[in-house]
């Protein structure tokens, strides 16, 4: 099983796609080059014949671990033997040598040692072969500098979150998505109201008047999205959209040296009912948008049908940050190409506690102060 690797022309080193430059750059040499740079090939997978340990891998703590444990240890023992049940597939790194291990769902990583990056070819062919992608558009300092800008607005954040070297931990990744065409037909029924009130001599009239609101219609939707990887949180990536479509390229594979990559392993039937609702959402929408000047309206039935539905598989760019807080895992994302954010953070009680001290301290100053004024 190959792996493709993209080296600098002028000396050799290993280059990546810049999101800044929207070019391929080495970092070695500082040479700058556009689309046409071309692949190595090697055979990077590694011979598995004598490597049971690695498929089947014992866990040495775990079979002398302590009978009572505590939370922390055993979050780490049953992290531990939930990697080892993994489909686990081993390469070798064509720069340095050094052993990789990558998840099954892995189309591009780097070298643990050497940083090079390294794409796995058989991961992105056949019927695995996105048929577009997005590019970056947001490079690894920005997404940095758009990170720590939210954390100023966020006094509470636990100081693990703004330490720099938590901060560097961030990661652009390819994230697989279906995206589809389809056309809709909805339905809107509902009840409406209108109140009219006025005088009449020493009376006060109020008309109402009731209608029965009936809206049908038809609309054509294009790359509406979801993401393909069980890896993901689906609400997480929702919140991401919209992406800049116009945008996307062809898919190269060249893109993604530099960056993570995962293949989908949900179907474009597994995401159908997640685009349904999407659609439905946005049909019943627009037709509830065309009923106006009644003083109430009372939905009483809905309906749609999705038709002509046709998907597509793309991968779209996200940065990702996540870390470990108080036994939980918070993760930040930031769409790659437009920068919209979205976040998980954590709330640090003790600067909780403080800060609700602080201000019922000063509030009861201040409340002092006036009555010894007032007095």
Same mark, same amino acid.
């Given at each position: 099983m190959s792996v493709v690797v993209y080296k600098c022309p002028s000396c050799g080193a290993a280059i990546s796609f810049d999101a800044d430059a929207q070019k391929w $750059?080495?970092?070695?040499?500082g040479s700058a080059f556009d689309k046409d740079v071309k692949p190595e090939s090697v055979d990077g997978k590694e011979n598995t014949e004598n490597t049971e340990e690695i498929e089947n891998p014992a866990c040495p703590e775990w079979e002398t671990a302590p009978e009572h444990l505590s939370a922390e240890q055993e979050e780490s023992y049953r992290e531990q033997e939930e990697f080892f049940e993994q489909e686990i597939d081993t390469y070798i790194c064509p720069d340095c040598g050094a052993k990789l291990m990558t998840g099954q769902t892995t189309a591009a990583t780097f070298c643990a040692f050497c940083h090079n990056p390294m794409i796995i070819q058989n991961r992105l062919s056949g019927v695995y072969k996105p048929k577009k992608v997005l590019p970056f558009k947001i490079g690894r300092e920005k997404a940095i500098s758009i990170f720590k800008k939210k954390l100023k607005k966020r006094f509470l954040v636990p100081k693990v979150f703004r330490t720099d070297a938590q901060i560097e931990e961030i990661n652009g990744i390819y994230v697989p998505f279906w995206l589809f065409d389809c056309e809709a037909w909805g339905g809107f029924h509902a009840k409406g109201m209108q109140v009219h009130s006025y005088r009449s001599g020493q009376y006060h009239v109020t008309v109402t /008047?009731?209608? /029965?609101?009936?809206?049908?219609?038809?609309?054509?939707f294009y790359h509406v999205p979801a993401d393909a990887s069980k890896k993901m949180d689906n609400t997480m990536m929702d919140c991401l959209e919209p992406y800049q479509y116009e945008d996307m390229q062809d898919f190269d594979m060249s893109y993604l040296s530099g960056f993570?990559?995962?293949?989908?392993?949900?179907?474009?039937?597994?995401?159908?009912?997640?685009?349904?609702?999407?659609?439905?959402?946005? #049909?019943? /929408? #627009?037709?509830?948008?065309?009923v106006k000047g009644f003083s109430s309206v009372v939905p009483l039935h809905k309906s749609h049908t999705l038709t002509k539905k046709q998907s597509s598989y793309a $991968?779209?760019?996200?940065? #990702? $940050?996540?870390c470990r807080y108080k036994e939980k895992n918070y993760i930040y994302a930031i769409n790659g190409q437009t920068g919209r954010v979205v976040g998980d953070l954590p709330v640090d009680?003790?600067?909780?506690? $403080?800060?609700s001290l602080a201000v019922s301290i000063g509030t009861f100053l201040l409340c002092l102060a006036g009555g010894l004024l007032w007095a």
């Open positions: $750059l080495c970092q070695f040499c /008047n009731h209608y /029965n609101i009936v809206r049908e219609g038809s609309a054509a993570l990559a995962e293949m989908y392993d949900e179907s474009d039937k597994d995401v159908l009912p997640r685009i349904d609702a999407k659609v439905e959402e946005a #049909m019943q /929408n #627009m037709l509830r948008d065309t $991968l779209l760019p996200v940065w #990702m $940050l996540s009680v003790l600067k909780g506690i $403080l800060c």
